[in-house]
């Protein structure tokens, strides 16, 4: 087996490979042989990488450092002093404002982010996500063996409740009691399906665990499947996530072909089998019912629960169903053990948590920290400080489902209970940053927009109260709203929250409540005085009628 | 059983019953719009809401399913508020032309509408303030679809395919742009539509509407009636407007009620009702102008001439005394109709042997069906389908299904076979010469060459008995001749079947096998096996197949010959037969024949009749002089029209009841315009012997007769001696046709327990009814069978001359 100690990522997006990407990868496998680290160093690709035209970028792990734009002559002097000598090559940096956040992040990340705390994206960025060998060598599949050859099931399912691992797709429910749900459900065969579908608006960590960890996502569904003795995975991929679904795919084959995976698992009698299916571009098939119907074949529509999906789940069987995430923890929690994950977090909110920053910051990204931490804390040392040095007006948390928090909320503790008892949910994990330039109007524009196209249109209060709220927030931005509309969208925000089937309709007017709760005065002035005090809305000025009698 | 309380109220209904299930039991009312009783639960209007305690946010009512002390309240200011909500959102996407009736206002009379209502909405002030969508939306003859009227509780789509197994409608789109589409948006035609209407039948709004009457506005009244066209015998709704005098169907609907067909009718039922009011209805009577001239019968019969109605009926009278009195009571033939009531047939029959003192009566189905009467003559004591439509479609294993084009023929049970296989994995073998709807949905097609049903048939049996598949116990206890059919099957080896039928050996087997296995079976078979001149012979082999494989006397197997007509059943029951009294009471048993004279009187003959293919070949040998049919367009629907037209033609006296003219009118002296089952009052027996009450929803049309008055008043102009009070039922006296049912129940054991009064209470009276209280028999028991033993026939193949012939 190979010894890999460093990795080199090379971009492979259309803009770089227009720039000479294809060779620059060429001339870094010849470069590495003719160094002879053939056998230390392993290259890779990446995509999405940029914005820019400084393409195509380079990333040398475990560094992180992002070189930018790499032309085939910089090949040589990368590959003699970064991994020959071990110096970074600082006039071949890339310019760090040209690159996308995820990228960003990976580059600051050694030390330069001291409290992170990394159990699901432990390996993301310093393994190679096509080579099993390197998810092996750093403690890959060492929590499977386990599971399989020393704990039963139920023993599984125990340490996993004992860790308090709750669900991270956005309703935070108990993963270990999910899991004996369905392990005490009878009826057979059960399935498990992991919840690839990530598409909040905002939410990308699912896409950068699988991108750069794959194995793991194959590792925890296994693990599950063992727990509650299921023997088939589905794997359920946001269809605009091509390359997490090719990385996906790859490691499958490579876990069957190690016997990691398929029949008779480390020479055990347990078989279990991974399907991946790429979605279609349906916000609602991440709603876990959708989902199972848009698997089954059908259209993806969520039914009314219960029955839920641990008894009455994929072709009607009992099944569970994990974010990516959620899964992503379980293998360190079978390795280091519950109290450990405990350990990490605090008592009603263990592990860590994955967040994505976005909005009106210096630094946009993903980073992963215990519970506990502020949102000023992550705007400060995460975001690097507001962008312009704009003073923060609100955080939106949990992608367009989720909450607002206004400025004055941001030294409360995030952790699920300090933030419920403020009226404030984490859902994905996505917090976006707004500054004092923010509209609320606009804002909630642009989120019943969303809402208004993706959803399903099953329920009544879901289908046509988005469509209003959305008209309504329109007129209101064009000066053209009145007081009773305001009325208008208590009445039917009320309805849509209250009686709506699923997740979306219900929580799609919660921003806007949030809005009304705190930015009142602000929504008030579009339609008393006509003005947008920030100045981001269409209004046209319009004279008041008596003037323009005369 | 589960305990809850609903608005304080303690209700128990059992396991898996919705909220919404148990509110109605508690007769407590909670409004719905998506969901209706038929198709599987949706939840997405959310009018259902209700609060249940310990929950977080209400529950829908319709998909809810009750638990053990559940405290649930329907109503709170708050739910009205939600609901209020709803509706007005609806409105927000709802735009009412005001077509329907009173012109520029939408219609009130839907079951959205009167939700708008209750929750106190100005629905024409709340709707939409333009159209959004077309409104005329689809070329559909049958069906309107205007989509500005829908609120997507894909009701329609859920009728479409789970009520009809169609799956024309879809949803297409999403969130507010969310609609309905036929297919991938093509129209309902392109998209296999049926137009059988349920899609209709089942939308709240109005969205979906009977294209005809869409602009005729709400009826005066309804009619609860059985549809005139199928042996399946569905109950439909006549809308009346009393506009004219004596009314006028306004459409047809169905009724959630109705015992086999719920909400369901077929494009038949529901659209096929213009010919009541059709101008070409027979209007007054007619005879030949011949006979008003006294002259000798031109060979075409001459000209018509239209008489009124003493002058008809002493003319048909006198005609068929002379050919009595002239030539003898057996130079007489009488064709009851598959299409007239029990109570008119009964009086064929007894005008026939009563008055005309003759046995040749038989139905004109009989011409399609012979064969199977024949068949099961020899079997079964009962001639008929042994088990009830629901319990093959909703038992049987595995089905065959030979000679019957099941959706085309009998639609609303093909359309449960269909749903058989869709919803429960019911096996279906397919044999037919074509690929036909329900080859669709078989597990297996055998498309044979036409003709050779039988042999087919005798090779699945060859196979059975080589693998031992057969019911031994069966067949050592209910059977007989079965080591005789044994060896009569020896020939019949896959490989010489496979020669006659073209189908192949693996195909055969993989058939057999299943037939076998998946018990019980049914075999379903209608007039595509019994048209041919092997049709006898492929009956008796379908029914050794039932006797190998022990399938009589089980719910879920039998026989099933689907009956062509709404009363081919019915007529025959009536002693509309050669052989038979009313109730298959053989005319030879001495017996039954003193009950008869009893009622009837003295002098009713002895011996069996001609049946009807006799009577035509005794006809056009001079030995048949007079004829007198019923309701019946005998040439026009026959195997062989030309040699009907020459038996005809050769007739001295034809004597017809009619509503139309027709290729049998042109044959005839006298033409009596009867009238269509709207018409009349009495009852229909349907295939599976289900008798079933018919309503008169309009006046006659034109001076059009009820067909029993006319038959009551012929008797009273034939008949020379009255009656001398020594005979119970000598009278011709009938004030309506309720009177003739009595006396049909007195003198039939098999109807014994029928009143029209007791039909009117109850639909569910399947035949040996054996007394007022009897429940009547879905499923015929091996006691039925002939002797209690059935007996094999000797399996044979002759080739198929007429279909020999044309091919
Ligand atoms: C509208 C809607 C969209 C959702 N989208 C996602 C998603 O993209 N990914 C996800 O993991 N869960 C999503 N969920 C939550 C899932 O329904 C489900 O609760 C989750 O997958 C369970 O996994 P967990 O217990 O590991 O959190 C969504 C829910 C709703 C109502
Ligand atoms: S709440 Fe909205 S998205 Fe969810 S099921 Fe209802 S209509 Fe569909
Ligand atoms: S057409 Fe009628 S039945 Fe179909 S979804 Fe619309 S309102 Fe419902
Ligand atoms: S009737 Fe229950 S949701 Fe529509």
Known sequence: ?550 | MISLTINGQTVEVPENTTILKAAEQARIVIPTLCHHKDLTPYGGCRLCSVDIHGLRLPATACTMLVSPGMIVSTESPALTRYRRTILELLLVRFYDAGYTHIAGMPALDTQFAHWVNYYGIDMKSAMARKPFRQIDGDPNPFIWVDKGKCIMCTRCVRACAEVQARFVWTQAYRGYDLRIVSGSATTMMQARCESCGACVAHCPTGALDNKMSVKLGPPDRLVTTICPYCGVGCQLELNIKDDVPGGRVLRVTSNSKAPINGDHLCVKGRYGYDFIHSPLRLKRPRIRKYILEGTARPENRGPWVEVDWECALDVAAKGLRNARDKYGPHSIGLLASGKCLNEENYLMNKLARQVLGTNNIDCCDHTSHASTVIGLEATMELIAQSNSLEDVAGQAKSILVIGSNTTEQHPIFGVKLRRAVLHRGCKLVVAHPDFINMSEFATIRLIHKPGTEAALVNGLMYIILKNEWEDHAFIEKYTQGFDEFKQSIEGFTPGHVADITGVDENVLHKSAEILAKERPMAVVWSVDLTHHSTGRVNVSSLINLQLLLGNLGVAGGGLIPLRCQNNSQGACDMGGHPAFYPGYQSVELPATRKKFEAAWGKGIPTKAGMNAMEMMTAAAEGRLRALYILGEDLVGGALDGNQLRRSLGNCDFVVLEAVFESETSRHADVLLPGVTFAEKTGTFTNTERRIQMVHHAVAPQGESRADWKIIKELAHRIKSNGTDGQYTHADWDYGDTSQIMNEIAMLTPIYAGITHERLERTDNLQWPVKNLSHPGTPTLSVEHLRNARGRFITARYDEDVTSAQTT
């Open chain 1, 1 to 550: 087996m190979k010894v890999i100690r460093s990795m080199v990522l090379v971009s492979v997006d259309q803009a770089s490979l227009e720039h000479g990407a294809e060779q620059v990868f060429h001339a870094f496998l010849e470069e590495i042989e003719e160094f002879g680290l053939s056998d230390q160093v392993a290259v890779s690709t990446i995509r999405d990488v940029s914005i820019h035209e400084d393409v195509p970028l380079v990333i040398v792990y475990p560094d992180a450092a992002v070189y930018a734009p790499v032309k085939v002559e910089d090949v040589h002097t990368i590959v003699e002093e970064h991994l020959f000598k071990g110096n970074i090559v600082p006039s071949l940096l890339a310019m760090m404002h040209e690159l996308v956040p995820e990228i960003a992040w990976m580059r600051g990340r050694r030390g330069a982010l001291p409290v992170q705390k990394r159990i699901v994206l432990e390996r993301a960025g310093i393994v190679d996500p096509g080579s099993i060998e390197d998810y092996i060598l750093y403690d890959g599949f060492q929590a499977l063996g386990k599971a399989l050859t020393r704990m039963k099931p139920a023993e599984v399912i125990a340490e996993v409740e004992k860790s308090g691992l709750q669900g991270r797709g956005g309703a935070g429910f108990p993963t270990g009691r999910k899991w004996s749900f369905v392990a005490s459900t009878p009826g057979s065969p059960k399935y498990v399906i992991c919840n690839a579908d990530e598409s909040e608006p905002g939410t990308f960590k699912d896409r950068l665990i699988i991108e750069g960890d794959p194995f793991s996502v194959i590792e925890a569904m296994t693990i599950t499947g063992y727990a509650i003795g299921a023997h088939q995975g589905y794997i359920y991929i946001r269809g605009e996530y091509p390359l997490a679904y090719q990385r996906i795919e790859h490691a499958i084959e490579q876990a069957e072909a190690h016997g990691l995976l398929g029949n008779r698992i480390f020479g055990t009698d347990f078989n279990f089998h991974i399907h991946p299916h790429a979605g279609a571009g349906a916000y609602i098939c991440g709603e876990e019912t959708a989902l199972i119907a848009s698997l089954e074949g059908k259209r993806g529509m969520p039914r009314a629960r219960p029955p839920y999906p641990t008894t009455f789940g994929l072709f009607g069987k009992p099944t569970v169903v994990n974010n990516v995430e959620t899964l992503a923890n379980v293998p360190a929690i079978l390795r280091n053990g519950a109290v450990w994950y405990r350990d990490v977090g605090s008592p009603k909110s263990t592990g860590t948590k994955v967040y994505t920053i976005l909005g009106n910051v210096n630094f946009t990204g993903l980073i992963e920290v215990p519970p506990g931490i502020t949102l000023r804390e992550v705007i400060d040392i995460y975001g690097k400080g507001m962008k312009n040095d704009k003073r923060l007006k609100l955080v939106q948390t949990g992608g367009s489902s989720g909450t607002i928090a206004p400025a004055s909320l941001q030294d409360t503790p995030m952790d699920f209970d300090s933030f419920r008892n403020a009226g404030v949910s984490l859902g994905s994990g996505a917090l976006l940053v707004c500054d004092e330039d923010t509209c609320v109007v606009d804002l909630a524009k642009v989120i019943l927009r969303f809402f208004r196209n993706e959803c399903c249109g099953k329920c009544t209060p879901c289908r046509i109260g988005t469509l209003r709220l959305y008209e309504i927030m329109n007129q209101i931005s064009k000066g053209e709203g009145s007081l009773s509309d305001l009325a208008e969208v208590k009445k039917i925000s009320e309805a849509m929250s209250e009686v709506s089937n699923c997740g979306l309709g219900q929580t799609a007017s919660t921003a806007l409540r949030d809005i009304l709760k705190y930015f009142r005065e602000e929504v008030e002035a579009h339609i008393i005085d006509r003005v947008c005090p920030v100045g981001a809305c269409p209004i046209a000025i319009r004279k008041p009628e008596y003037l323009s009698v005369a």
